[in-house]
T-cell receptor, first 112, second 112 residues
Framework: GAVVSQHPSWVICKSGTSVKIECRSL??????MFWYRQFPKQSLMLMAT?????????EQGVEKDKFLINHASLTLSTLTVTSAHPEDSSFYIC????????FGPGTRLTVL | QQPVQSPQAVILREGEDAVINCSSS?????VHWYRQKHGEAPVFLMI?????EQKGHEKISASFNEKKQQSSLYLTASQLSYSGTYFC?????????????FGQGTTLQVKP
């Protein structure tokens, strides 16, 4: 139980384009999901908290107009990286809350 | 504020034991332990709640001392599969959002 999927698992895009990443809880409902960013050999950096039916809460320093989050249902949250630039290249991981946090497999974004 | 994990890295032989510590400057409601292998998402190991409890699963156990705001993860008779980076995620007592603040990670390498 408590399985979270993420799609796509990797994506390569050109600078200036937008990329959408989906996070789904497969066998439970999650009113709260989280989006993290992780650089090589570093810890998980929380970007935002996604709440179903309401606006996401962004951590300090995270541009909400650049990282658009939508939590459309109790099993789906999406992160859209708008006008991506090479410095946005990273490993993005979502998690869904069910007492603890269960993580998706992550999406590796490479912006050329 | 990010909890501090120690040690930063440890190398073991199969069958040896290890302890990973997690210390916070904030009062904690819970501590969550995860293991992450390279290129993969963190996998949930266990959660410890306020109340000073100790938990175990086979050869991996953990304790939580809420007065000291510390938690320790115990790995006994380590196996090759235990290799990876271990993160503690702390939930402050003042928080009701489910947000976790992760430590910087402890890299564990188990050699044959």
């Amino acid at each position: 139980g408590a399985v979270v999927s993420q799609h796509p698992s990797w994506v390569i895009c050109k600078s200036g384009t937008s990329v959408k990443i989906e996070c789904r809880s497969l066998d439970f409902q999650a009113t709260t999901m989280f989006w993290y960013r992780q650089f090589p050999k570093q810890s998980l950096m929380l970007m935002a908290t996604s709440n179903e039916g309401s606006k996401a809460t962004y951590e300090q320093g995270v541009e909400k107009d650049k990282f658009l989050i939508n939590h459309a249902s109790l099993t789906l949250s999406t992160l859209t990286v708008t006008s991506a630039h090479p410095e946005d290249s990273s490993f993005y991981i979502c998690s869904a809350r069910l007492i603890t946090q269960y993580f998706g497999p992550g999406t590796r974004l490479t912006v050329l | 504020q990010q909890p501090v994990q120690s040690p930063q890295a440890v190398i073991l032989r199969e069958g040896e034991d290890a302890v990973i510590n997690c210390s916070s400057s904030k009062a904690l409601y819970s501590v969550h332990w995860y293991r992450q292998k390279h290129g993969e998402a963190p996998v949930f190991l266990m959660i410890l709640l306020k109340g000073g409890e100790q938990k175990g699963h086979e050869k991996i156990s953990a304790s939580f001392n809420e007065k000291k705001q510390q938690s320790s993860l115990y790995l006994t008779a380590s196996q090759l599969s235990y290799s990876g980076t271990y993160f503690c995620g702390t939930e402050p007592s003042s928080s009701n959002t489910g947000k976790l603040i992760f430590g910087q990670g402890t890299t564990l390498q188990v050699k044959p």
